[in-house]
């Protein structure tokens, strides 16, 4: 979801607003409610639609943090595949078998 979807759906949900005047208000659909006239049930729903919404922003955080994981990974992985020297598969799909170091040091002393 880009940001400005993510900012329509806050505008067409709910918002807390406290105006001037010190009563807080409810922004719901384009509506302004007081706080104070909403039953118990509202301000429940209310407490939850913030809570879900705080746990998918933390979600969001922690998608970044593995994309930026899995990035370092990928790298670490192609440097690794580099200094052992292996070959990419050629395009008639032959390969050279990985010989371990140790073997490929000998075949370098030969």
Known sequence: MSDSDQMQQR???SE??????????LT???????MQSLPPEAINLLNDLIRSENE???HRFRIRQLSAAQQGLTSQLGLMIQAAGIKPVS?????EPWVGQQQ???NKAA
């Open 11 to 13: 505008t067409n949900t």
């Open 16 to 25: 807390v607003q406290t105006p001037e005047v010190g009563q807080q208000t």
């Open 28 to 34: 719901l659909d384009g509506r302004d409610y007081a």
């Open 56 to 58: 998918l922003n933390e």
């Open 91 to 95: 395009k008639d799909g032959q390969f």
């Open 104 to 106: 490929s040091e000998e």
